[in-house]
């Protein structure tokens, strides 16, 4: 039953159009932080959007019939990270600060949104080890570039936290490798 929703090309469409808006809406709302960050940080800076261009351009190939290995490593490993990483993100502001506006719910609801759809694609995806390996590289430079170079996304008080936030984010790098490699490489993996 899940498999027929998924592949069904108007679902596909309609979550395609949704992911192209949801990045787009994605850099905009970086968009403050993007004019403060020099040129050479600026494909790190905006985790979330990037991880559902990722996404958006993995799904419109399935809708063509191919199959960008690369990209749909890139796309299952950081929707997954990124999703999860800012529904925490949400959350640790709202035990911190004692609230949480509705802008923040809303982002807790589409990146936990975005680590789902990673993970229910995924079985739709074909990779090669090299694109896990490629992807993971991306993934962890991407630490380096937010918590040696001091690029991470900017939310409310948590700079108080960023080497916790750091660390947490580092072992979320790892799991998201695993789970990239268990759903999407791994030999006995589910393929649809």
């Not at 063509?64 to 640790?92: C, D, E, H, P, R």
């Not at 700079?159 to 790098?173: A, N, R, V």
């Given at each position: 039953?899940?498999?027929?929703?998924?592949?069904?090309?108007?679902?596909?469409?309609?979550?395609?159009?949704?992911?192209?808006?949801?990045?787009?809406?994605?850099?905009i709302w970086y968009g403050?932080?993007?004019?403060?960050?020099?040129?050479?940080f600026l494909p790190f800076?905006?985790?979330?959007?990037?991880?559902?261009?990722?996404?958006?351009?993995?799904?419109?190939?399935?809708?063509?019939?191919?199959?960008?290995?690369?990209?749909?490593?890139?796309?299952?490993?950081?929707?997954?990270?990124?999703?999860?990483?800012?529904?925490?993100?949400?959350?640790?502001?709202?035990?911190?600060?004692?609230?949480?506006?509705?802008?923040?719910?809303?982002?807790?609801?589409?990146?936990?949104?975005?680590?789902?759809?990673?993970?229910?694609?995924?079985?739709?995806?074909?990779?090669?080890?090299?694109?896990?390996?490629?992807?993971?590289?991306?993934?962890?430079?991407?630490?380096?570039?937010?918590?040696?170079?001091?690029?991470?996304?900017?939310?409310?008080?948590?700079?108080?936290?960023?080497?916790?936030?750091?660390?947490?984010?580092?072992?979320?790098?790892?799991?998201?490798?695993?789970?990239?490699?268990?759903?999407?490489?791994?030999?006995?993996?589910?393929?649809?």
């Amino acid at each position: 039953m899940l498999y027929f929703l998924l592949s069904n090309r108007s679902f596909m469409w309609a979550l395609f159009i949704i992911n192209l808006l949801g990045t787009i809406y994605g850099y905009i709302w970086y968009g403050p932080q993007l004019e403060r960050t020099e040129p050479i940080f600026l494909p790190f800076v905006p985790d979330s959007p990037t991880a559902s261009l990722f996404f958006t351009v993995a799904l419109f190939g399935l809708l063509i019939g191919k199959q960008w290995g690369l990209v749909q490593a890139l796309a299952v490993m950081t929707l997954f990270k990124y999703g999860i990483w800012a529904v925490v993100m949400n959350i640790l502001t709202l035990i911190v600060t004692g609230d949480l506006s509705w802008l923040g719910w809303m982002l807790v609801a589409s990146h936990f949104g975005m680590a789902l759809q990673g993970l229910l694609y995924a079985p739709f995806f074909r990779m090669k080890p090299i694109h896990l390996v490629i992807a993971a590289l991306w993934t962890v430079h991407n630490e380096i570039i937010d918590y040696v170079f001091m690029q991470y996304p900017v939310y409310s008080q948590l700079h108080l936290y960023i080497q916790e936030i750091g660390y947490f984010t580092f072992w979320l790098s790892i799991l998201s490798i695993f789970i990239t490699w268990f759903m999407c490489v791994r030999p006995t993996r589910t393929i649809w």
